[in-house]
T-cell receptor, first 111, second 112 residues
């Protein structure tokens, strides 16, 4: 079945860039998503990218997709303490409907 | 436009009781997904419903769990005879026009 892998932890200093990486196995993935989850809260959709795109930029967020290697990354520029949260990568084949999530990367931003 | 709504936000049940979790999708959305999140894990797909239809229930346990999305009213995830292992956060998502999924705040179920 589909599988999505992420590293579990990332720690950066305030003002630095953060790069969160994700790999997936489903070659029929159509959409790839990044969600943010703060403690005790639901998932907030940050951004998504279609599988026919290589890059998408949205303010401080840059998503890079290497479809050949099935590798997705999220770069957060000028990371702030408010960016501390768990970040989930998810892939979705619209034919299947459901999304498959990684286990999340906990980002800790130190002042 | 209100977001996805779930209630209750927190639910405590004793072993053997029933749990009913409700989800109201965003206005105009007719596709609903239920996911379960165990502590320190990602979300695991349970069931995908359209109005009055179950499209995919491959992630839902065959015993004790059921889901519905009636023509009128919210989607309901029902867990009968709850056990401690059912303790988790249950999230509902509705599908937007560009196939993006918008998540509700979740229901945190605790089984004593």
């Amino acid at each position: 079945g589909e599988d999505v892998e992420q590293s579990l932890f990332l720690s950066v200093r305030e003002g630095d860039s953060s790069v969160i990486n994700c790999t997936y196995t489903d070659s029929s993935s159509t959409y790839l998503y990044w969600y943010k989850q703060e403690p005790g809260a639901g998932l907030q959709l940050l951004t998504y990218i279609f599988s026919n795109m290589d890059m998408k930029q949205d303010q401080r967020l840059t998503v890079l997709l290497n479809k050949k290697d099935k590798h997705l990354s999220l770069r957060i520029a000028d990371t702030q303490t408010g960016d501390s949260a768990i970040y989930f990568c998810a892939e979705r084949d619209t034919n299947a409907g459901k999304s498959t999530f990684g286990d999340g990367t906990t980002l800790t931003v130190k002042p | 436009n209100a977001g996805v709504m779930q209630n209750p936000r927190h639910l405590v049940r004793r072993r053997g009781q029933e749990a009913r979790l409700r989800c109201s999708p965003m206005k105009g959305h007719s596709h609903v997904y239920w996911y379960r999140q165990l502590p320190e894990e990602g979300l695991k797909f349970m069931v995908y419903l359209q109005k009055e239809n179950i499209i995919d229930e491959s992630g839902m346990p065959k015993e004790r769990f059921s889901a519905e999305f009636p023509k009128e009213g919210p989607s309901i995830l029902r867990i009968q005879q709850v056990v401690r292992g059912d303790s988790a956060a249950y999230f509902c998502a509705s599908q937007g026009a560009h196939n993006e999924q918008f998540f509700g705040p979740g229901t945190r179920l605790t089984v004593l």
